[in-house]
Structures are given as structure tokens and as C-alpha cells.
């Protein structure tokens, strides 16, 4: 099994930033791809950031230019930067690795992400 424990959510201003992580442990050797989803009440999950092991990255149109997903292998730890940050981010944030042995993803916690003056 794998765990992923996420930091770095909390309250900030509009057009402040924020940065985002997740920290796997566990069954890590076949993790393969990572990103972030975001979930506002009432509302789908919404993928917002994924990466490939093969470095590959793809944003949702709504926060492309804005946010960066970054990892650091060595410690197996996938990172969202989240900068110029909006009324509209505010949701619970989600990350996720994919388990090749396993074949689906294990998930963090979640961390609320406010954006407020």
C-alpha cells in the first residue's frame, strides 16, 4: 500500500500564491503518474495538474499559466505551486499517485485551499 500525506493549504488573499505537497511512502517503487484534483462542494472533482514519470505535464485550462506541478523523486514528493490565486480556486486539493503493481491511484487527504480577502 502507499500513503500520501499532504501540506501547505490554507487561507490567502487573492493573487497570492500558495504551494502545495504530497509526500508518498509505503509501496513506492511502481508509482508512475501524480497530479492534483480539486473538489468545490456540490461540484465534480475537477482535475487541476497531472505529471508523467516521463516528466510530461498537463494543466486545466483554468489554472494554466497560473499553476506548476513539480516533483522531487528523491523524496517522493509531487509539489503544486499555485500563484495569482483566485476567488474561483478555493476548493479541498487532492493529490493522487498511480500504483502500476496495484493499477489505480491512491489518494492524499485533501487540504482546503481558501482564497479570500
Known amino acids: 500500500q502507499v500513503q500520501l500525506v499532504e501540506s501547505g493549504g490554507g487561507l490567502v488573499q487573492p493573487g497570492g500564491s500558495l504551494r502545495l505537497s504530497c509526500a508518498a511512502s509505503?509501496?513506492?517503487?511502481?508509482?508512475?503518474?501524480m497530479g492534483w484534483y480539486r473538489q468545490i462542494p456540490g461540484k465534480q472533482r475537477e482535475l487541476v495538474a497531472s505529471?508523467?514519470?516521463?516528466?510530461?505535464?498537463n494543466y486545466a485550462d483554468s489554472v494554466k499559466g497560473r499553476f506548476t506541478i513539480s516533483k522531487d523523486n528523491a523524496k517522493n514528493t509531487v509539489f503544486l505551486q499555485m500563484d495569482s490565486l483566485k476567488p474561483e480556486d478555493t476548493a479541498v486539493y487532492y493529490c493522487y499517485f498511480y500504483h502500476t503493481w496495484y493499477q489505480k491511484n491512491f489518494w492524499g487527504q485533501g487540504t482546503q485551499v481558501t482564497v479570500s480577502s
Open positions: 509505503g509501496s513506492i517503487s511502481s508509482l508512475n503518474a
Open positions: 505529471a508523467t514519470s516521463d516528466g510530461d505535464k
